[in-house]
């Protein structure tokens, strides 16, 4: 029982210490995980989508952009339908989240 007690205090003493360590250390996060991918060149820019969808039923144009919230580093796709005539927006849907990967140096 012990030696059970001992190990579990081992391992939260280990956890504690990385925890430590990749908070305080500047680039030790970028050394070991690696660094997150770039960000597309087309950030904050609305285009026009030509994918599938309901827009051409519905006589809207589907637009697309990728927004990045610098105060919490998210990257999320944000779609919105906009009328052809009068380039009224007529719904937009939620945001969704993209994941970026990292990238070992």
Same mark, same amino acid.
Do not use: C
């Given at each position: 029982?012990?030696?059970?007690?001992?190990?579990?205090?081992?391992?939260?003493?280990?956890?504690?210490?990385?925890? %430590?360590?990749?908070?305080?250390?500047?680039? +030790?996060? !970028?050394? &070991?995980?690696?660094?997150? *991918?770039?960000?597309?060149?087309?950030?904050?820019?609305?285009?026009?989508?030509?994918?599938?969808?309901?827009?051409?039923?519905?006589?809207?144009?589907?637009?697309?952009?990728?927004? %990045?919230?610098?105060?919490?580093?998210?990257? +999320?796709? !944000?779609? &919105?339908?906009?009328?052809? *005539?009068?380039?009224?927006?007529?719904?937009?849907?939620?945001?969704?989240?993209?994941?970026?990967?990292?990238?070992?140096?």
């Amino acid at each position: 029982m012990f030696y059970l007690f001992l190990v579990l205090v081992g391992i939260a003493g280990i956890g504690i210490y990385v925890l %430590f360590i990749f908070n305080l250390v500047p680039g +030790v996060q !970028q050394e &070991r995980l690696g660094v997150l *991918e770039p960000l597309p060149e087309d950030v904050g820019k609305w285009k026009p989508d030509d994918g599938t969808g309901s827009s051409g039923s519905d006589g809207l144009l589907r637009e697309t952009r990728h927004y %990045f919230y610098e105060a919490t580093g998210k990257l +999320v796709l !944000q779609v &919105r339908y906009k009328n052809r *005539e009068t380039g009224e927006i007529v719904r937009v849907e939620a945001d969704e989240p993209v994941k970026r990967r990292r990238i070992r140096v």
